[in-house]
């Protein structure tokens, strides 16, 4: 999202030792400084391995303490301490200039937590900012703006976060920062686009995307979005999902999105399990190319499998699951009911019925088979998409 969570006080200085160090940046003309403020220790912790990978994906930009102590708790292997670094494009305009390592230093096993204000892509390659998320063993996006973030592709930076979580450290966000870690990333670099709009046009000149970045173990293939519910995202998401398969973005011709709302978070482990804390999540698979999905022309997209997570539940992505979905798909622009909640298909060795939707938006006709037995049929293509066999029975 391009828009700033909320952001709680300071921490007392009870809590942590505060040092800030800022450096300016100028172009000609006198810009924002790049900005460092450090809480807790002044030197790093030292030891020679670490027990993660773990990620926190945050479905706003506030920090939730439970999953993000399990993050902690795993890398560190439950002795010890580590450093963590909040990486943002912008400053908070109101309350506490360290809103997220002010709930980090709460937390058992933190040595420190650096944030990093960074106003320019070129502070992508920042000494200093690189030296201290190397040095680091978890990197967290703050909520605010993913054009931003995508703007440190191809800087060193990109190269240092990588290198946290190959030494068994991790990597999250919120919002933004949640957007960004992701290996398909809606960028919103040319603004942020509604369900309505993306349904309506999946090329739609605010679906913009940035690949090549970060690519996590276990979760290739996967857009990721935000404040899903709250800001009803799930038609864009499918529109994300098509437009991922369609221009090729993934590859097997499948790709994921994973919609975490408000106040919720998928805390990740080094085995691909993911566990939802807070109030629900969704991943959306779409498994075929989209029936339409053109320039100018409304979305068709039959029978994406839909899973809604809630407390406690989990999904793993590295064996990805074949059952407990509902189904739901968007005929020329329109979205079935209930998008946020089904019956799940439950047995995992019966394919669900294909349906065929009409891809012309003036022609409601359905298809009704009256023979017994079983039978190879055809559809005209100009106006349904599929064939097959399958058993009728007569009314």
Same mark, same amino acid.
């Given at each position: ?14 809590l942590a030792l505060l040092t800030l160090t800022a450096t300016v940046v100028t172009a000609g003309t006198a810009e924002a400084a ?8 002044? %030197? ?10 773990? =990620? ?5 930009g506030k920090i939730l303490t439970a999953p993000m102590a399990r993050a902690v708790d795993a890398i560190r292997g439950g002795t ?13 305009? *109101?309350?506490?200039?360290? @809103? ?10 933190? &040595? ?12 992508? &390659? ?22 931003? =973030? ?9 190269? *240092? ?8 450290? /991790? +990597? /999250? ?28 046009? @999946?090329?739609?000149? =605010?679906?913009?995307?940035?690949? /090549? ?12 979005? +935000? ?36 106040? +919720? *978070?998928? $805390? ?8 939802? $804390? ?21 979305? %068709?997209?039959?029978? $994406? ?8 539940? %989990?999904?793993?992505?590295? &064996? ?17 009911? &209930?998008?946020?909640?089904?019956? !799940?298909? %439950?047995?995992? /060795? ?40 399958? @058993?009728?029975?007569? !009314?």
């Open positions: 999202m391009r828009t700033k969570s909320p952001h709680a006080k300071l921490a007392p200085a009870t790049a900005t460092r403020i450090r809480l807790g220790s002044a %030197t790093d912790a030292k030891r020679a391995s670490w027990q993660g990978p773990a =990620y926190v994906m945050n479905g706003d010890g301490s580590m450093d963590v670094v909040v990486l943002s494009g912008s400053a908070p305009t *109101s309350g506490s200039r360290t @809103p997220e390592c002010d709930t980090v230093m709460t937390l058992p096993g933190v &040595n420190s937590c650096t944030t990093w204000t960074l106003t320019a892509a070129r502070d992508g &390659n920042n000494t200093q900012v690189n030296s201290d998320i190397r040095n680091a063993e978890f990197v967290f996006f703050a909520g605010g703006d993913q054009c931003r =973030y995508a703007a440190w592709k191809g800087t060193a930076l990109e190269a *240092s976060v990588e290198s946290v979580v190959a030494k068994g450290g /991790g +990597s /999250g966000g919120g919002s933004a920062g949640h957007h960004i870690n992701s290996p398909v990333v809606y960028d919103a670099c040319n603004g942020s686009v509604t369900s309505s709009e993306a349904l309506a046009d @999946p090329y739609d000149r =605010y679906l913009s995307f940035t690949t /090549g970045m970060f690519e996590w173990a276990d979760y290739g293939g996967v857009v990721n979005d +935000s404040h899903f519910v709250t800001r009803d995202r799930m038609g864009r998401t499918m529109a994300f999902v098509a437009r991922a398969i369609k221009d090729g973005r993934t590859t097997g011709g499948k790709a994921w999105g994973v919609g975490v709302d408000e106040g +919720s *978070s998928l $805390y990740l482990d080094r085995s691909g399990q993911a566990t939802l $804390y807070g109030k629900q999540a969704y991943v959306v698979l779409g498994d075929h190319q989209p029936e339409q999905a053109v320039p100018g022309r409304p979305l %068709t997209f039959s029978n $994406y499998r839909i899973w809604r997570l809630t407390a406690g539940q %989990t999904y793993d992505f590295r &064996n990805r699951p074949t059952c407990g979905y509902y189904l739901r798909s968007i005929t020329n622009g329109r979205a079935d009911a &209930n998008l946020y909640d089904g019956t !799940p298909h %439950t047995d995992c /060795g019966t394919a669900p019925a294909t349906t065929f939707a009409e891809t012309e938006a003036d022609d409601d006709d359905t298809l009704t088979r009256t023979t017994a037995g079983t039978g190879t049929y055809y559809l005209d293509v100009e106006a349904y998409r599929g064939s097959g066999a399958a @058993p009728t029975t007569a !009314p």
